[in-house]
């Protein structure tokens, strides 16, 4: 079902799925992600960087100190590990740790399960064109 307008006038109209589907841009077959997963796989990327260039908590809060930004290792392990936390925060920590090229995995699901960081850090990420 859908509106559709025609000189001002608004007409209800029904349409077989079919035909719904093909005239979509988006792919409507696929199942909504929950926000847990996203949260767990940004989670997860974060804490991969920093396995891949062997920094602590306390050696980011170190260098996120650099940057102006205060905060302690136990905050910080709170943060990550709760998986909630700003965009702006996440890029600082990029920043921080010298990520150049971040790989955004496919499977979300996938690299929000458990032992995902590591799964994340053991890949090399794909160089840009």
Not at 13 to 22: E, H, L, M, N, T
Not at 75 to 81: C, Q
């Amino acid at each position: 079902m859908f509106w559709k307008m025609e000189n001002d006038d608004v007409h209800l109209a029904f349409v077989p799925i079919q035909s719904y589907k093909a005239a979509c841009t988006e792919r409507i077959d696929a199942m909504p992600i929950e926000e847990k997963a996203w949260e767990e796989m940004v989670k997860n990327i974060l804490r991969a960087e920093m396995m891949r260039r062997g920094v602590s908590y306390a050696g980011l809060a170190d260098r996120l100190g650099e940057y102006g930004i205060e905060d302690n290792e136990l905050n910080l392990r709170n943060k990550v590990s709760r998986g909630r936390f700003t965009a702006v925060f996440f890029m600082q920590c990029m920043q921080a740790l010298g990520v150049e090229i971040l790989q955004i995995p496919h499977a979300v699901e996938e690299a929000g399960k458990r032992g995902g960081a590591q799964a994340l850090a053991k890949s090399r990420p794909e160089k840009a064109n």
